[in-house]
């Protein structure tokens, strides 16, 4: 009966020569119902592939935006990101340089608007803004929602990827061209770093609880 399931066992026997013991050589298969099933001995499958399909599995589901609970919100705020690089490294090829530079200058300075007001707010639930002492002092306030479990995990890995990744781009290239000696560009460059490094490090210090106040 159990010869239409069973359709082939291979077993590749060698023989030990020292004491004419049968070894089962681990790559041993049985083909149950036309499916290649391993040996239990068998010692050769490598984790590598299928860890990394596990890992990029991961990956896709974590910026998966149909998951999102703000859809258009991480979108602009990523295609505000991808507009700055694209218009400094790319626009210059069909536009003059100098135009291509104000426009970064333009759009880098929607994109630090639209962070701080907007993103923030709706894809981490947070807030921050600051305030002029009567003593003249720079005073940062952060606020946060009063319940952040309800924080999508695909909108806040939108927010603070783009962040990261956007402050890591323009601080490697304000370097390259201050090396470079290209010190306009540099000022450029720099510029827009500083708009992402500010949005970034208030953001970062709201999520540690540094400041005061609670939104709905």
Request: proline share 4%.
């Amino acid at each position: 009966t159990w010869g239409p399931i069973i359709q082939k066992r291979k077993e590749y026997i060698q023989m030990n020569p020292s004491d004419g013991q049968h070894q089962i050589n681990p790559l041993a298969n049985v083909q149950l119902a036309g499916i290649m099933l391993p040996l239990s001995n068998r010692r050769d499958n490598n984790p590598v592939p299928y860890q990394q399909m596990q890992e990029e599995g991961a990956i896709a589901k974590a910026f998966d935006i149909k998951q999102a609970s703000h859809p258009c919100t991480c979108l602009t705020t990523s295609l505000f990101k991808l507009s700055v690089v694209v218009c400094y490294f790319v626009l210059s090829l069909v536009l003059e340089r100098l135009y291509c530079l104000i426009i970064t200058v333009v759009i880098s300075a929607f994109d630090f608007w639209f962070v701080k007001n907007i993103a923030g707010r709706y894809l981490i639930g947070m807030r921050w803004w600051s305030e002029i002492q009567p003593d003249g002092r720079d005073f940062w306030v952060f606020e946060c929602r009063l319940n952040e479990d309800h924080v999508n995990p695909v909108d806040k890995n939108f927010f603070w990827w783009s962040q990261i990744i956007a402050t890591l781009i323009w601080l490697v290239t304000t370097v390259i061209r201050v090396i470079s000696f290209e010190f306009f560009e540099g000022g450029i460059t720099g510029f827009v770093f500083v708009l992402n490094a500010v949005n970034l490090i208030a953001y970062y210090n709201c999520s540690k609880g540094k400041g005061y106040g609670n939104f709905g």
